[in-house]
């Protein structure tokens, strides 16, 4: 016959056997967690839970925090609130482990409502940093369309005969539709644009007609540059120039690596490729004005 310290006991054993299932639980929803949002930091709270009466006037309350890692728990009373109202304390509360609770709080804690309510927290903080980073995204998108834009504008204005605007309208198109074709062009952009400023300048052409030899015949010929005050730039400028020829020559370095020129499964992503296109307009757009400045001035 089962006595009613044998019913006491076997009960008071599934009591504890609660309170670990609940922690251990607690734990594997931290994980849970963790797991989801992986290396994202984020602040979310969830909502507040009466934790017990600590006096006739004063009351603990709580809620889960989470911050991409850990599971805490933020914990105040009615009466440090009355307290720290209108100092700039107002709103703290204690952030607390959550092996610091006792199992009667914890219990409280760990209802359906206020899991629920860190899982909804964590959804709305992820939902807002997926909002600024596809703002970021598309202000730097948008940067990057300007930029674009403007260089195209200067080579309109700029660029002699159809060939040459034929060139670098295939490149550009291609950077959406065949970024690997895009590069191709490019450089064959380039290349036309040094021949293009040779042949102008009745300068003899480079026994190999590639991008590494003729930009270095164009930029052997510009001229030197000085300050307003007659100072001369010097070794300053002639760094510049061979800036110009560096990424120039990148280009044509990339087309060998990544383009379709040269055969082969090779594919370019479109950011290289609206790269190559920038870089591309850009040293054109110099190399035509050091043209046009040549041929303004007066013989």
């Not at 994202?40 to 934790?51: H, I, K, M, Q, R």
């Not at 700039?88 to 309510?117: F, H, Q, R, T, W």
Request: proline share 3%; net charge negative; hydrophobic share 35%.
């Amino acid at each position: 016959m089962t006595s009613r310290k044998d019913v006491l006991a076997r009960l008071a054993k599934q009591v504890r056997d609660s309170r670990s299932e609940i922690r251990a639980r607690l734990d594997a929803f931290e994980k849970e967690l963790r797991d989801a949002v992986g290396e994202l930091s984020l602040y979310a709270t969830g909502e507040n839970v009466n934790l017990g009466y600590i006096d006739e006037d004063d009351w603990e309350y709580g809620q889960f925090y989470f911050d991409g890692q850990h599971l805490r728990v933020l914990t105040s009373s009615t009466v440090d609130d009355a307290m720290q109202y209108g100092t700039p304390y107002e709103g703290d509360m204690v952030i607390k482990n959550i092996s610091d609770l006792s199992d009667e709080k914890l219990i409280k804690l760990a209802c359906p409502a206020a899991i629920d309510s860190i899982y909804n927290a964590v959804e709305k903080s992820l939902t807002k940093i997926l909002g600024e980073a596809t703002s970021s995204v598309q202000l730097l998108s948008e940067f990057s369309n300007n930029h674009s834009e403007a260089v195209h504008d200067d080579l309109a204005d700029l660029l002699d005969g159809d060939y040459l605007e034929k060139q670098w309208n295939k490149a550009r198109i291609a950077i959406l539709t065949d970024p690997t074709d895009s590069i191709s062009h490019s450089n064959t952009f380039i290349e036309s644009v040094c021949r293009h400023y040779l042949e102008t300048r009745e300068l003899p052409l480079p026994p190999e007609l590639v991008i590494t030899r003729l930009i270095g015949h164009v930029v052997n010929d510009f001229p030197s540059l000085k300050l307003p005050d007659g100072t001369d730039y010097g070794d300053d400028i002639t760094r510049l120039f061979g800036g110009v020829k560096s990424i120039a020559q990148g280009v044509g370095v990339l087309r060998t690596h990544v383009s379709s020129a040269h055969g082969g499964n090779k594919v370019a992503h479109q950011a290289e490729a609206r790269l190559a296109n920038n870089l591309a307009g850009s040293i054109a757009v110099y190399i035509l004005e050091k043209l046009k400045g040549h041929m303004e001035r007066p013989h």
